[in-house]
């Protein structure tokens, strides 16, 4: 009797040791998964970054060569009107790099959802020992 209880408890730790093996490699692919996700979120803040920079340094010389022949139109001085315009373009770019940085942010790139199942594996393994 004592040998077919310590067979079973035998079998059953085999067992245990098989499933957290899968449940680990599960895991692994779960991460792999969610970490490629985040790099094209990462590749995507960068391209509204660089986004940001070229419409801004596009958009500053362009409404600059614009701001001279309004400036002759309307009447009003140069330096006023060259201060409003680059206070509009500088909050557009605020603005995106801004988003861009927010996207960037280490709590936004986490892996949240391996995480959690790893903590709630890791959790009802401890239930089972």
Wanted: aromatic residues 4%.
């Amino acid at each position: 009797m004592a040998e077919q209880l310590e067979r079973s408890t035998g079998g059953l730790l085999s067992d245990l040791v098989s499933q957290v093996t899968e449940l680990f490699r599960k895991e692994i692919m779960l991460l792999r998964a969610e970490l490629g996700e985040k790099a094209t979120q990462v590749f995507t803040a960068c391209g509204m970054i660089l986004g940001a920079v070229v419409l801004a340094l596009t958009a500053l010389n362009v409404l600059a060569a614009a701001l001279v022949v309004a400036l002759e139109n309307m009447g009003i001085p140069a330096g006023w009107a060259a201060v409003i315009v680059g206070v509009v373009l500088g909050g557009i770019a605020f603005a995106l790099a801004g988003k861009g940085m927010n996207d960037l942010k280490a709590t936004n790139l986490a892996p949240e959802r391996t995480a959690r199942a790893t903590s709630r594996d890791a959790s009802l393994v401890k239930g089972k020992i």
